[in-house]
C-alpha cells in the first residue's frame, strides 16, 4: 500500500504526443478511439498505443504528431459538446412533458388530450420554427406518458408535504364526503400546518376511495392513515371541522368521537377543537325563515319554462322582443350555496314578463300577481342576496377563524339593525321590498311580520354558532391582541400578554402589518403566545376546499371519465388543488432523463 501512494500516477504532457492521450475528468483517454485508462500509469497508456495505434502512427514525426493530437482533441471537444447539447435537449423534452401533463390535469382533462397537444405543437412548429421539430418531435405527450406524469407530480408534492410535515408545531384536519360520478364515496382530508416561523401549508392531506360503507368507524380509519402515513404526531392535532354528519361528529361513533379517543390512547395533552362548517351552518339558517312554499312556487314557474325545449325557446323570444335586460332565467339547484338567491333575483326582475308568457300559455297567475306573494318574494330576495353576500365572505382558501367569525358576528349586528329598521316601516337595505311597498299600500307591507323572521333568524345564527362564541377570547388573541383583557385570557399566556401589550414597538409593527401577518413577528420571548397564535392560524373555519375538491372532481371523472382508477383521480386532483406547495419538476427530469453514451469503455 506504501508504495502504491509514493508512486506518481499524475499524467504527463508529453504522453499527448508520444502515446496519442490527452486526459478527461481525472482518466486518460486515447484520442484515436476513445477508450479511457483506469489507472494513469505510463505503463499502461504505453501498453494500450503500442498494441492497437502503433502500427498506424509509427511513421509520424513529433510534429505531425503535434498536429494530430491537436486535431483529435478539436474533435473530442466537438463529440463532448454533442453529448451535452443531446443530454440538455433530451432533459428539456422531459420538463416540457411534465409541464403539459400538469396543464392537463389542472385543466381536469382526459390524458389523451397530450396527443392533441403535441399535434398542435407540431403544426405550429411547421410554421413558426421548422428547424426546431425535432426538438418538439422528441416531447413524448401519448396517453401513458400523461398518466405517468402525473402520478410523478402528485407523488413529488405529497413528498414535499411529508417533509414540510417534519417543522409542524401544530396542524388541523377538515374532513367531507361526497360521491363521485360512478357512485363511488370519496372522502377529502385537508390538513393546514404551521411550522415554527408561523408560516402556513395547506394542502389536500389525503382523497380515499371508499367503496363500502361510510360508518363513522370507516372514516376514522382512513383519516387515520393519511396522519400515520406522513408521519405526524396526533398531539399536535387541534382542530378538526367537518360537515357536521352524524358520522362525522358523533360522539361516540362518529369520526370525532373516535379521533378525540385515539389522541387519548396517545397521551395527547392538549385539547381537540372541533368545529361545524362555518359555510354549511350559515346555510342551514336560512331554513329559519320558513318561506319554502315561496321558493316551491318560484321553482315550480322556472321548471315549467325550461323543463320543455319549447317553452325555453319561446320564453326566451318573448323576453328578447320585450327589450328585456336579461334573456332568461337560472334553474334552481339546492346543493349549489348561491343558486337561490340568482333564482330569486332574476324571477324578481322578471315578474311581469314571466306572469305574461305563462298566461300565453294558459296558466293561472293569481297567485304569482297576489300582493301577499309579491311582499314575500321581495323579502326573501333581499333577504337571500344578504345570506349570500355573507357566504361569499366566508369563501376562499386561507381564511383564518377569526375573520369569519368576524363576519358572521357582523351579519348578526346587521339582523338587529335591519329588525328595528323594519318594525320603524324603514326597508331601507332591503331594495325589493322598498320597490314593492313603493307600488302597494304602505299598511298592506307586512313590517311586523318581516320584523319577526329576522328576530327568527338572528336567534338561529346565535344558536348554531354558540361553539364560536365561545372561543371569542381565543380569536381575539390573534385578530388583536392589544386589545383583550388579560384577566379574561388563559393564566399561562398572561404575563407575555402584558409584555406583549406594554410594548410600543411592537404595537407599531402591528399597526404596520395587520392582524393577518403579525403573529409572525411576536418575538422568541414569548413562546406561550407564539403557540397559541400557531394554533389558531393552523384551524379550519369550514370545509370549503373540501367542497372545492369536489367540485374538480365532477369535472374530471365525469360520465365519460367512470373508469378512472382512484390513483389517478387522487394525482389529478392533488395537483389542481395544490396552493402551497408546487411539484420539483427540474427534480423529476433529472431523474428522466435519457442516458447518454460515454466516451467508451474501460481498457
Known amino acids: 500500500m506504501a508504495k502504491r501512494k509514493a508512486e506518481n500516477r499524475s499524467f504527463l504532457d508529453k504522453w499527448e504526443a508520444e502515446y496519442l492521450f490527452t486526459y478527461?475528468?481525472?482518466?486518460?483517454?486515447?484520442?484515436?478511439?476513445?477508450?479511457?485508462?483506469?489507472?494513469?500509469?505510463?505503463?499502461?497508456?504505453?501498453?494500450?498505443?503500442?498494441?492497437?495505434?502503433?502500427?498506424?502512427?509509427?511513421?509520424?514525426d513529433m510534429t505531425q504528431r503535434s498536429q494530430k493530437v491537436e486535431?483529435?482533441?478539436?474533435?473530442?471537444?466537438?463529440?463532448?459538446?454533442?453529448?451535452?447539447?443531446?443530454?440538455?435537449?433530451?432533459?428539456?423534452?422531459?420538463?416540457?412533458?411534465?409541464?403539459?401533463?400538469?396543464?392537463?390535469?389542472?385543466?381536469?382533462?382526459?390524458?389523451?388530450?397530450?396527443?392533441?397537444?403535441?399535434?398542435?405543437?407540431?403544426?405550429?412548429?411547421?410554421l413558426v420554427c421548422p428547424e426546431k421539430k425535432q426538438a418538439f418531435s422528441n416531447v413524448s405527450l401519448s396517453r401513458n406518458t400523461v398518466a405517468d406524469r402525473t402520478c410523478d407530480l402528485a407523488t413529488n408534492l405529497y413528498d414535499q408535504l411529508m417533509e414540510k410535515g417534519k417543522d409542524f408545531v401544530a396542524f388541523s384536519l377538515a374532513v367531507d364526503e361526497s360521491c363521485d360520478a360512478s357512485d363511488t364515496a370519496q372522502l377529502s382530508v385537508f390538513i393546514r400546518g404551521v411550522d415554527s416561523n408561523l408560516c402556513v401549508t395547506e394542502e389536500l392531506l389525503g382523497f380515499k376511495s371508499?367503496?363500502?360503507?361510510?360508518?363513522?368507524?370507516?372514516?376514522?380509519?382512513?383519516?387515520?392513515?393519511?396522519?400515520?402515513?406522513?408521519k405526524l404526531p396526533w398531539d399536535k392535532l387541534v382542530g378538526l371541522t367537518t360537515d357536521g354528519a352524524p358520522a362525522m361528529c358523533g360522539k361516540k361513533s362518529g369520526l370525532v368521537g373516535m379521533v378525540?379517543?385515539?389522541?387519548?390512547?396517545?397521551?395527547?395533552?392538549?385539547?381537540?377543537?372541533v368545529y361545524h362548517c362555518i359555510i354549511h351552518q350559515e346555510s342551514l339558517c336560512a331554513k329559519a325563515l320558513k318561506m319554502e312554499h315561496v321558493m316551491t312556487t318560484v321553482t315550480q314557474v322556472v321548471n315549467f319554462i325550461r323543463a320543455k325545449g319549447l317553452n325555453h325557446r319561446q320564453f326566451k323570444f318573448f323576453l328578447e322582443e320585450c327589450g328585456s335586460e336579461y334573456a332568461d332565467v337560472p334553474y334552481h339547484t339546492e346543493v349549489r350555496w348561491l343558486s337561490r338567491g340568482k333564482v330569486l333575483n332574476r324571477c324578481f326582475e322578471l315578474r311581469e314578463e314571466i306572469c305574461q308568457f305563462l298566461?300565453?300559455?294558459?296558466?293561472?297567475?293569481?297567485?304569482?300577481?297576489?300582493?301577499?306573494?309579491?311582499?314575500?318574494?321581495?323579502?326573501?330576495?333581499?333577504?337571500?342576496?344578504?345570506?349570500?353576500?355573507?357566504?361569499?365572505q366566508l369563501q376562499g382558501r386561507g381564511r383564518i377563524i377569526p375573520d369569519m367569525y368576524a363576519a358572521v358576528r357582523a351579519f348578526k349586528t346587521k339582523l338587529c339593525l335591519w329588525e328595528n329598521q323594519t318594525l320603524q316601516g324603514n326597508p331601507c337595505?332591503?331594495?325589493?321590498?322598498?320597490?314593492?311597498?313603493?307600488?302597494?299600500?304602505?299598511?298592506?307591507?307586512?313590517?311586523?311580520?318581516?320584523?319577526?323572521?329576522?328576530?327568527?333568524?338572528?336567534?338561529?345564527?346565535?344558536?348554531?354558532?354558540?361553539?364560536?362564541?365561545?372561543?371569542?377570547?381565543?380569536f381575539e388573541l390573534l385578530s388583536n391582541?392589544?386589545?383583550?383583557?388579560?384577566?379574561?385570557?388563559?393564566?399561562?399566556?398572561?404575563?407575555?400578554?402584558?409584555?406583549?401589550?406594554?410594548?410600543d414597538t411592537l404595537k407599531s409593527k402591528y399597526d404596520a402589518v395587520g392582524a393577518a401577518q403579525f403573529p409572525r413577528f411576536i418575538p422568541d420571548t414569548m413562546p406561550q403566545l407564539r403557540t397559541q397564535a400557531a394554533q389558531?392560524?393552523?384551524?379550519?373555519?369550514?370545509?370549503?376546499?373540501?367542497?372545492?375538491?369536489?367540485?374538480?372532481?365532477?369535472?374530471?371523472?365525469?360520465t365519460h371519465r367512470r373508469r378512472l382508477t382512484d390513483e389517478h383521480l387522487r394525482s389529478i386532483l392533488r395537483i389542481s388543488s395544490a396552493q402551497s406547495l408546487s411539484p420539483d419538476i427540474d427534480e423529476l427530469a433529472s431523474k428522466k432523463r435519457c442516458q447518454v453514451s460515454g466516451l467508451g469503455t474501460s481498457d
Open 210 to 230: 371508499m367503496h363500502g360503507t361510510t360508518t363513522g368507524k370507516e372514516i376514522f380509519e382512513e383519516v387515520s392513515k393519511c396522519v400515520t402515513e406522513i
Open 24 to 60: 478527461v475528468k481525472d482518466k486518460p483517454v486515447c484520442l484515436v478511439c476513445g477508450v479511457n485508462v483506469a489507472v494513469s500509469k505510463e505503463y499502461n497508456i504505453r501498453r494500450h498505443y503500442e498494441t492497437k495505434h502503433h502500427d498506424k502512427y509509427k511513421d509520424l
Open 359 to 392: 298566461e300565453t300559455k294558459g296558466k293561472d297567475t293569481a297567485e304569482l300577481r297576489e300582493q301577499k306573494f309579491l311582499c314575500e318574494l321581495a323579502f326573501l330576495c333581499d333577504i337571500s342576496s344578504h345570506l349570500d353576500a355573507l357566504n361569499l
Open 260 to 273: 378525540r379517543e385515539k389522541m387519548r390512547e396517545e397521551n395527547c395533552a392538549g385539547e381537540l377543537t
Open 71 to 126: 486535431e483529435m482533441k478539436r474533435s473530442l471537444v466537438s463529440q463532448q459538446n454533442m453529448f451535452k447539447k443531446a443530454t440538455s435537449q433530451s432533459e428539456a423534452a422531459v420538463k416540457a412533458s411534465y409541464i403539459v401533463a400538469a396543464e392537463i390535469a389542472k385543466s381536469a382533462r382526459p390524458f389523451n388530450e397530450g396527443e392533441f397537444v403535441k399535434k398542435c405543437m407540431m403544426k405550429v412548429c411547421d
Open 536 to 558: 389558531m392560524r393552523s384551524m379550519f373555519g369550514s370545509t370549503y376546499l373540501c367542497e372545492q375538491l369536489f367540485s374538480s372532481m365532477k369535472m374530471t371523472k365525469t
Open 481 to 503: 391582541p392589544f386589545t383583550v383583557d388579560v384577566e379574561n385570557a388563559p393564566t399561562n399566556i398572561q404575563m407575555e400578554l402584558i409584555e406583549l401589550q406594554c410594548n
Open 429 to 474: 337595505h332591503f331594495p325589493c321590498c322598498q320597490t314593492i311597498k313603493a307600488q302597494i299600500s304602505t299598511a298592506v307591507f307586512p313590517c311586523a311580520q318581516f320584523a319577526e323572521k329576522l328576530s327568527v333568524l338572528a336567534a338561529e345564527f346565535s344558536r348554531r354558532f354558540a361553539d364560536f362564541d365561545v372561543q371569542k377570547c381565543r
